[in-house]
């Protein structure tokens, strides 16, 4: 992609009625891809524009992570003259967003039902905790990681459950709805016919679990709280060292003969308890013991080097401040800065695509509460 050149959804208009983390999220992916995204606020703004500490200028850092390429139109919808101007919005639109409490959009006049018989060709895409036949269950992302099992593995052994460190359960949600709006999209080309898309956080985590849904399937043996370490393969986790801890990811019995003769510990290949990834497996405990006993004769630097030379799966385990300013990370613009009107100049986390070996520009920071509502109703609705 020459620099300049129209992003993949250049043209495609996108009436954002999200808040918090999930919608936002979607309609950012959508917006780094090019969409016009419009986001309607009520006068008192999204809900995380209040989140915080921190701020910067007085703006949310939670809010300006999740709302760039975005601009910002301030609608009443208990009013109804918002909200004709809302529905009038929806008409012009290609996708709708929502991410309220099943039902409301329904009492407003604004729910697929009603917009797609008007205009058929819309996508509409409906993000909840536990889907639109669930409308009594509170759609937080704490509360599906619960629901859902994730902090049942997520934990250490013997330890409480524990969520994961970032709220996995708005993002895979929102990302999983962009998914299908785009799969929906590239449908409507051919049919001219809209979707009405349904994405839940309890949905979006039960489809992480994979091969740990599929051991529970075909054993009925409910997956245990493995800590760092990975519960089919070994030596696959985190091991300590002289100065600190790595990951190691031994996948194979021929990678596990190099790593053996890597720590120097050839005998270890030979050890009848660790001919097979399954015999490992069942005798982890005294496999972790005896390859920490060598791995703490060393630094983590040393070892990483020696574990390269030998072709074995390894990597540090780095805080966030190190992996923004990590090579992996800046080779590929995965921190970028850009110019707000109000916070000045802010770091924003880098687009995870690179098309025709270009990053997603940063096309507009994130907006201002009501910036664009003039401009918006005039391009969209010409008054």
């Given at each position: ?10 043209g495609?208009?996108?009436?954002d ?51 760039r ?11 109804p ?61 704490q ?16 330890g ?13 949600a ?6 299908a709006?785009?799969?929906a ?6 049919t ?29 043996e ?6 760092n ?12 060292v ?13 990678q ?29 405990p005294?496999?972790?013991?005896a390859?920490e006993?060598h ?10 080097a ?9 990597g540090?385990?780095?805080n966030?401040e ?13 921190r ?7 916070a000045?100049?802010?770091?924003q ?11 997603s520009?940063?096309?507009?920071p994130p907006?201002?509460l ?14």
């Amino acid at each position: 992609m020459q620099r300049g050149a129209p992003l993949p959804l250049a043209g495609i208009r996108v009436l954002d009625f999200t808040h918090a983390l999930a919608g936002p999220y979607c309609t950012m992916m959508l917006g780094d891809l090019g969409a016009d995204v419009v986001k309607i606020e009520p006068p008192t703004g999204d809900h995380s524009r209040q989140w915080g500490p921190p701020f910067i200028e007085g703006e949310s850092s939670y809010f300006l992570s999740i709302n760039r390429n975005k601009r910002s139109v301030v609608l009443d919808l208990k009013s109804p003259v918002a909200l004709a101007v809302a529905k009038g919005l929806a008409m012009a639109a290609d996708v709708v967003v929502e991410n309220f409490k099943p039902g409301t959009m329904a009492r407003l006049g604004l729910d697929a039902a009603q917009l797609q018989v008007i205009k058929p060709a819309l996508v509409y895409a409906s993000i909840s905790g536990f889907g639109q036949n669930q409308p009594t269950l509170a759609g937080y992302d704490q509360i599906a990681q619960g629901t859902s099992g994730m902090m049942s593995v997520n934990a250490a052994p013997d330890g409480p459950p524990t969520k994961v460190g970032v709220p996995i359960g708005d993002i895979t949600a929102g990302m999983f709805a962009s998914q299908a709006i785009l799969a929906a999209l590239v449908e409507r080309a051919i049919t001219g016919k809209g979707r009405l898309i349904d994405v839940a956080l309890n949905d979006s985590l039960l489809a992480l679990f994979t091969y740990q849904a599929g051991r529970y399937f075909a054993t009925g043996e409910v997956p245990k709280q493995e800590g760092n370490y990975h519960p089919t393969i070994a030596p696959y986790g985190t091991f300590a060292v002289s100065d600190g801890f790595i990951n190691v990811a031994v996948a194979t019995d021929a990678q596990f003969a190099r790593f053996c003769e890597a720590i120097r510990a050839p005998e270890l290949a030979d050890d009848a308890r660790f001919t097979t990834n399954a015999q490992r497996q069942a005798a982890r405990p005294d496999l972790v013991h005896a390859i920490e006993a060598h791995l703490k004769e060393d630094t983590r630097e040393k070892w990483l080097a020696r574990f390269e030379q030998f072709s074995i799966p390894a990597g540090p385990i780095l805080n966030i401040e190190e992996a923004f300013a990590s090579p992996l990370a800046t080779a590929r613009e995965m921190r970028v800065k850009i110019e707000h009107p109000k916070a000045g100049r802010i770091n924003q986390v880098g687009a995870p695509w690179k098309i025709d070996d270009e990053s997603s520009p940063i096309r507009m920071p994130p907006p201002l509460l009501g910036q664009h509502t003039q401009e918006v109703l005039n391009e969209w609705l010409d008054r």
